[in-house]
């Protein structure tokens, strides 16, 4: 298991990256082997665009691929910082909407990445219940164990923005 900053233990995902919805994946940079072992996620040519909300160095994706960097944290966020999570949001849906295949990352593919995939959904017309419902059915019941982003998802990306911006 590996913590990440003041939250609890969170085990690695199964998986280097899951499909929630056809052709909009999330992932993150590593994951546990079917043998237990932590492995290092490295992004080749599988997907068409890539979204990267933390960047670790020799995790690709290979040249040739579409790379969008936005790094946030996985805590509170300014005015600026989910302003840029909606227009990845919005380029993802975009994206799936051409025909092209997108996996959104972060560290695990738990939180950061899980904002992004369910703003996108809900710009799909899915409530935010929904969208965090299937992205934690189909990448890891700890998707989006982040109550912040939880909140920012319910009250409206748009909304929290504005909140935070008054904020500030």
Known sequence: ?????????????????????????????????????????????????????????????????EHQVWPIPDGPLDGTQLAGVMRLAQAAGDALEAGRTVLVRCFHGYNRSGLVVAHALARRGHSAEEAIRLIRSRRSPWALHNELFVEYLRAGLSTARLLEELAE
Do not use: C, Y
Not at 14 to 22: F, G, H, R
Not at 54 to 60: A, F, I, K, N, Q
């Open 1 to 65: 298991m590996r913590t990440r900053g003041k939250q609890p233990d969170v085990p690695a995902p199964d998986n280097a990256w899951s499909e929630i919805v056809p052709g909009l994946w999330m992932g993150g940079h590593e994951f546990r082997s079917h043998a237990g072992q932590l492995e290092f996620a490295v992004v080749r040519e599988e997907f068409d665009l890539v979204q990267t909300l933390l960047r670790l160095p020799g995790h690709g994706p290979g040249p040739g691929v």
